[in-house]
């Protein structure tokens, strides 16, 4: 399918590498003015090569955990670009511990960085959005926030938490054609996951039907017809791209 971009800003959150950075290229690719979000200088180079391509993209180094930088990143954006019309809030961490050992430290970081940054970004960009009367608000989840998954307690409350935002954004921002979904990845081949225990990968794999990790254009892909002209009609949902593992 051809699809259509009309050309727009868009803020992707952990743009600095793996998904993000991906979805990033993709969005810079169509012609969006891309503002690359990370919490280290990685965002900066991510940004020097879109430009170096002759697209547009800045950087922006902020902690999407911390109210008060993105509260005024979103001003500087705001007195910049005016509306940021595609938001993707990518930006994540794991703290992976089971509920008996994990501290309210691993806790609070996941939810802050993983969950409560949806809601600074969202309420940092939503009213100029709105008088655009267009937008897409994207959020990646993730599998573990669709079924759980022993370790991940922060993590999974955190994604299922994206979900119920999604969806009360969907309602709320309907009437002036504005799109909230996440998409739920399952496992794909980052830094996040290049983490894990080789035995761990092998356990994976073997609860993916499609016998194979995903790659961080699989989600792309996705981001990428959400956020264009004919994924306008889609709004509130969640999208597993996870190679059949929450079937
Ligand atoms: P990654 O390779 O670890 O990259 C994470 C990005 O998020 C980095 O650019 C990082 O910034 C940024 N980030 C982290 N904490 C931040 C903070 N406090 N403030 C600003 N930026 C911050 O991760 P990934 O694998 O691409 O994952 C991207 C998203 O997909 C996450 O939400 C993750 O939960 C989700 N996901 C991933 C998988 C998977 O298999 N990889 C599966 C399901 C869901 P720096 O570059 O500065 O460190």
């Known amino acids: 399918m051809h ?11 952990g743009a600095g590498r793996g998904i993000g950075k991906a979805i ?29 391509k002759g697209l547009k993209a800045k950087a922006y180094q902020v902690d999407v955990s911390d109210p008060v930088a993105v509260a005024k990143a979103c ?16 930006a994540g961490i ?7 050992a ?12 993983n969950l409560s940054s949806a809601f600074y970004w969202t309420k940092g960009l939503v009213r100029p959005m709105t008088r655009k009367r267009w937008g897409r608000i994207i959020s990646i989840s993730s599998v573990t926030g669709v079924q759980g998954n022993a370790g991940q307690a922060n993590y999974a409350a955190a994604k299922a938490g994206l979900h119920g935002l999604t969806m009360t954004l ?5 009437g002036r054609s504005i799109t909230a979904n996440a998409v739920a990845p399952g496992f794909i081949t980052t830094d996040m996951t ?22 961080v254009n699989d989600i792309a892909a996705m981001v990428d017809y959400l ?10 949902q969640v999208f597993s791209i996870d190679g059949g593992m929450a079937i």
């Open 3 to 13: 699809l259509t971009h009309n050309p727009r800003v868009a803020l992707v959150t």
């Open 24 to 52: 990033a290229e993709r969005l810079a690719a169509h012609g969006h003015t891309v503002l690359c979000v990370s919490k280290s200088s990685t965002c900066e180079a991510v940004a020097a090569d879109i430009v170096a």
């Open 75 to 90: 001003e500087a954006i705001a007195a910049e670009f005016g509306a940021v019309e595609i938001l993707v809030n990518n």
């Open 94 to 100: 794991t703290r992976d511990k089971l509920v008996m």
């Open 102 to 113: 994990m501290t309210e430290q691993d806790w609070n970081d996941v939810i802050s960085t």
């Open 170 to 174: 969907a309602r709320e921002l309907a």
């Open 194 to 215: 290049d983490e894990l225990p080789e035995e761990v990968k092998q356990k994976i794999l073997s609860f993916i039907p499609l016998g194979r990790f995903g790659s």
């Open 227 to 236: 956020a264009s002209e004919e994924g306008g009609y889609v709004t509130g």
